[in-house]
């Protein structure tokens, strides 16, 4: 079957830097995606990884590895606002995206 | 439109009724999706298009879920005699383009706000 591990709930204080990992188990394998979705909000995208190696857009940056089915994405000063759900997502060999269940990210002061 | 939109954003019912849930994406995108998603999980995939060619409905939960998307542009999510179990939030997305993700520009997906369907 095809599944995605994230872990549930991740806490973090402000300022500081927090790594969410994703391993993965798909039938094919095009790129992970990130999104994060606030409560009540629609998912949005943070980054895409394709090939191995680190992709760094601002305070967020995303890592990839293939052949060990793994990613993280890494968020640095991290602010109040970055509270929120993210998402692992997977896009198979259909062009499917495969999501994870989610991992909450609590930031305190 | 700027973003994607659907319609309606609430929809409350009774069950054994049809419900149709309308989703227009993104002038120009070539791909929809459709998922639902329950609370504190991860978007559930049901169904894609690319243009009005439905590519993947293997997602859909029943017979009882059916999608079209006639002109390639809006797209329609029907779930006919519904039940309590039906109860989510669907979301509707749209990509540029579509599954042509191995070279060059990736598959970025635009949510909608969702349709939150409540069956009585």
């Known amino acids: 079957g095809q599944s995605l591990e994230q872990p549930s709930e991740v806490t973090a204080v402000e300022g500081a830097i927090v790594q969410i990992n994703c391993t993965y188990q798909?039938?094919?394998?095009?790129?992970l995606s990130w999104y994060q979705q606030h409560d009540g909000g629609a998912p949005t995208f943070l980054s895409y990884n394709a090939l191995d190696g680190l992709e760094e857009t601002g305070r967020f940056s995303s890592f990839l590895s293939r052949s060990d089915s793994y990613g993280y994405l890494l968020l640095q000063e991290l602010q109040m606002k970055d509270s929120a759900s993210y998402f692992c997502a997977v896009e198979d060999s259909n062009y499917q995206l495969i999501w994870g269940a989610g991992t909450k990210l609590i930031i305190k002061p | 439109g700027a973003g994607v939109s659907q319609s309606p954003r609430y929809k409350v019912t009774k069950r054994g009724q049809d419900v149709a849930l309308r989703c227009d994406p993104i002038?120009?995108?070539?791909?929809l999706y459709w998922y639902r998603q329950a609370l504190g999980q991860g978007p559930e995939f049901l169904t894609y298009?690319?243009?009005?060619?439905?590519?993947?409905k293997s997602g859909l939960p029943n017979d009882r879920f059916s999608a079209e998307r006639p002109e390639g542009s809006i797209s329609t999510l029907t779930i006919q005699r519904t039940e309590q179990r039906d109860s989510a939030m669907y979301r509707c997305?749209?990509?540029?383009?579509?599954?042509?993700?191995?070279?060059?520009?990736?598959?970025?997906?635009?949510f909608g706000p969702g349709t939150r369907l409540t069956v009585l």
């Open positions: 997305a749209s990509s540029l383009l579509g599954g042509l993700a191995e070279e060059g520009p990736y598959n970025e997906q635009f």
């Open positions: 002038s120009g995108h070539v791909s």
């Open positions: 798909t039938s094919g394998f095009y790129g």
């Open positions: 298009f690319n243009y009005e060619a439905q590519q993947d």
